[in-house]
């Protein structure tokens, strides 16, 4: 029996000596490449943490202890220790989540998958247990120096300053990168930070004297802390950082040494108020492909050759992302006015073209969404079109700025939504159902949704033409997959695909949905239904269009792969009433529940958005309103007169 199949749970890494643990870890190394290679995961970053997750979990006694991961993409490791050892469906229906996950286990405690959200959870566990009076539990925070490039790290750590006595460590995973190398300040510093701890006691001997004096003093202190701290580094040489922030920093220690890492945990352990242990790791520690890859070093990979890193699978078709990569290039060679912003994710949203073309026209701002937003519309004040492309599920980070800062002063910004609706096997935080129903309450917005490869260059073009409100361009995970050319282009932009033989069901498909509904209106035929297939392109504001070929259908069926819950299908409904058009509208889309992982395909037809699902209940609408449909269900006359039946039951 191997090392790793004795760890049924943490306390099992107890018993073991150095050497073993050293074991230990090379076999779980071994098995993240086997296994992750077969379905596909984040393989770099657990490479890389795994004597500092051993070393956690021989410090910290979980779940009595609460560790969090920032992200949770580094959780493999965590999740073998804690005795989640079948990976042979992970990210697969029905097998293990890629990210931390509370059905799974007590061990795990934030399932989202966001960025940057760990030291504000840290912090509210921790004033609780100090609350509650459970003050020997411990809150573990391990945080990628990616993710203090997010705002909200520091809005916690600003917080967990203030409250000195909790028990309460951050782990800085420092491999130098997100998904690609970290940029900014925020590196360089981590890059050379460097603490003693005597400026830390001589500045707690003379906060307890002012405390001595009570209330006057306290309030006496708060004003010359500034002063006290530049006289007191005289002394020291502490880094200005984490000493204005008034938090203990242990290190840096080399992430990768077992004994090392275990020894400054315990330190910080011991400490008793917040303490902040820098490791520095790298990523894809111990495989020599991942080291290699110099995008990313394997963040995340498909199914692989486990021994040359190669994919096993040859995607002929171009994906989403790298249509937009080529076009966006295309732009931007006419139009100096084009600067592209990434929110620590340049090759993951096919902005790296631009980047490498126009270097000076790309700006990462790291994991910053909130930011990126408002400085683009300071670009665009100043006279640029900026194009913020992201994940879908990330603008949900910055709608505030969205609707303030770019929707109220009529911004030209252009927002490029990759891995928009369901994407798959990352799970819920990062399916990105949501943006339709939140983007299109902004007041001027324009949001389009192609189909196919040619309405994603063309879109892009006409978004970027605007330069008085905001504009978005969202499309799915993956391959493009087939085009579909329109029968007609009406005076609006609006594409008819198809047409029945007559106007019984008005299909409004949004981007993708588009080869769903084709596929319906031919189901429909052979039940004897004529219908019309349109795609919007511009799904809001609703086309005039739309409203007028409603006026002539029976039945309006919106197909969409956003939240149901205020999506398209309620803003035609809503217009539709206000125009005066009473015919019945059928919205379909996604249920307002946080999907779980799986393939796009199971998410589908788990909820009902397959051809068949969508021409079953289409039929039984028909039905039981009575429309007329175009001729017999089948050659049959049994057939027609159990079809007469049903109509009058």
Same mark, same amino acid.
């Given at each position: ?345 340049l090759r993951p949203v096919g902005l790296h ?130 085009? !579909? ?6 005076? /609006? @932009? $609006?594409? *008819?695909?198809?047409? #029945?033989? +007559?106007?019984?069901?008005? =299909? ?7 080869s769903v509904g084709l596929d319906v209106a ?30 002539? !259908? ?6 969409? /792969? @956003? $939240?149901? *819950?205020?999506?398209? #299908?309620? +803003?035609?409904?809503?217009? =539709? ?21 799986g393939s796009r395909a199971e998410i589908l ?45």
């Amino acid at each position: 029996m191997s090392l790793l199949e004795t760890i049924r749970g943490p306390r099992d890494l107890d018993r073991l000596t150095d050497d073993e643990m050293v074991d230990l870890a090379a076999e779980i190394r071994r098995f993240l490449v086997d296994e992750v290679s077969k379905t596909g995961g984040h393989l770099g970053p657990n490479l890389g943490v795994v004597e500092l997750t051993l070393a956690l979990h021989r410090v910290f006694h979980s779940p009595h202890d609460a560790i969090v991961f920032d992200t949770g993409h580094q959780s493999y490791v965590h999740k073998l220790v804690t005795g989640r050892q079948d990976f042979s469906r992970l990210r697969l229906r029905g097998g293990l989540a890629g990210y931390p996950q509370r059905s799974e286990s007590e061990h795990d405690i934030v399932e989202s998958s966001h960025a940057s959200s760990s030291l504000s959870w840290a912090d509210g566990i921790s004033r609780a247990f100090q609350v509650t009076g459970q003050s020997d539990r411990h809150v573990v925070a391990v945080v990628g120096d990616g993710a203090l490039t997010g705002g909200m790290t520091w809005e916690a750590l600003n917080n967990i300053s203030d409250d000195n006595d909790r028990r309460l460590i951050i782990v800085v995973n420092d491999n130098g990168r997100s998904y690609a190398p970290t940029i900014g300040g925020m590196a360089r510093f981590l890059n050379t930070v460097r603490t003693r701890s005597t400026y830390r006691d001589m500045h707690r001997g003379s906060r307890a004297v002012f405390d001595r004096l009570g209330h006057p003093g306290r309030a006496f202190y708060r004003g010359v802390r500034g002063g006290l701290h530049g006289f007191l580094s005289r002394f020291t040489n502490n880094e200005a950082l984490y000493s204005n922030l008034d938090i203990k920093y242990v290190g840096p220690v080399d992430g990768h040494d077992q004994h090392a890492m275990e020894e400054a945990l315990r330190q910080a352990k011991n400490y008793g108020t917040p303490v902040i242990v820098h490791a520095i790791t790298e990523k894809g520690r111990g495989y020599d492909p991942a080291r290699a890859d110099v995008a990313d070093q394997f963040h995340a990979v498909g199914q692989i050759d486990p021994e040359t890193g190669e994919p096993l699978e040859t995607v002929n078709a171009p994906s989403w992302t790298s249509v937009f990569a080529d076009e966006i290039v295309s732009i931007a060679e006419h139009d100096e006015k084009i600067v592209g912003i990434t929110a620590a994710m340049l090759r993951p949203v096919g902005l790296h073209k631009l980047a490498e073309r126009f270097p000076k026209r790309v700006l990462d701002v790291g994991i910053a969404e909130q930011h990126a937003v408002t400085s683009a519309a300071g670009l665009a004040f100043g006279g640029l079109h900026p194009v913020v492309a992201l994940y879908a599920t990330f603008v949900n980070r910055a709608f505030d700025q969205v609707l303030m800062d770019v929707g109220l002063h009529r911004a030209g910004v252009t927002f490029v939504l990759d891995r928009a609706g369901v994407t798959g096997p990352d799970g819920p935080s990062h399916h990105g159902m949501w943006d339709l129903a939140l983007l299109q309450i902004v007041p001027h917005i324009r949001l389009a949704a192609p189909r196919d490869a040619s309405r994603l260059r063309e879109e892009l073009r006409e978004a970027v033409a605007v330069s008085d409100a905001p504009t978005v361009v969202r499309f799915s995970k993956g391959s493009v997959g087939t085009e !579909h050319e329109a029968l007609a282009r009406l005076d /609006d @932009g $609006v594409d *008819v695909l198809h047409r #029945g033989e +007559r106007d019984d069901v008005l =299909l409004v498909c949004v981007g993708p949905m588009a080869s769903v509904g084709l596929d319906v209106a031919a189901r429909l035929a052979d039940q004897g239904i004529g219908a019309t297939v349109i795609d919007p392109r511009w799904v809001v504001p609703v086309a005039s269009s739309v409203i007028e070929l409603s006026r002539t !259908h029976r039945l309006v069926v919106t197909i969409e /792969d @956003g $939240v149901r *819950v205020g999506g398209i #299908g309620t +803003r035609i409904r809503q217009d =539709l009433r206000q125009a005066g058009v009473d015919t019945a509208v059928t919205e379909l889309g996604l249920p307002d529940e946080f999907l779980d992982h799986g393939s796009r395909a199971e998410i589908l037809e788990e909820v009902g958005l397959t051809p068949q699902a969508i021409a079953r209940d289409v039929v039984a609408q028909v039905l039981g309103s009575k429309i007329p449909v175009a001729r017999p269900l089948s050659d049959d006359p049994a057939s027609d007169r159990s079809l007469d039946a049903r109509r009058h039951d």
